[in-house]
Nanobody, 115 residues
């Protein structure tokens, strides 16, 4: 059974930094693309960043230059380093993994950017 477990969310002041982690268990050797998405209250879930197994990355325009996605294929873990955080980054962040032609999601972790 595939499970994605996220950690690292919390409350941070504007301009601060946080790092999210997501560990994947079960069928981990078949993970292809991994990514982070977020959903703010009253809004649809949106893409933040993705990374392929070989390390190719894509970012939404709103986070480009501030966030960095990375992964450890040995630990089956994906990370999201978030710098220069803004209040509009406040959302529940979800980890995603594409495994054997199926999407899997984590339970979500809250990130709140506020003074």
């Amino acid at each position: 059974q595939v499970q994605l477990v996220e950690s690292g969310g919390g409350l941070v002041q504007p301009g601060g930094s946080l790092t999210l982690s997501c560990a994947v268990s079960g069928s981990a050797s078949s993970i292809s693309t991994m990514g982070w998405y977020r959903q703010a209250p009253g809004r649809q879930r949106e893409l933040v960043a993705t990374i392929t197994r070989r390390g190719s990355t894509e970012y939404s325009e709103s986070v480009k230059g501030r966030f960095t996605i990375s992964r450890d294929n040995i630990k089956n873990t994906v990370y999201l380093q978030m710098n220069s955080l803004k209040p509009e980054d406040t959302a529940v962040y979800y980890c995603n993994a594409f495994i054997l032609n199926k999407n899997y999601w984590g339970q979500g972790t809250q990130v709140t950017v506020s003074s």
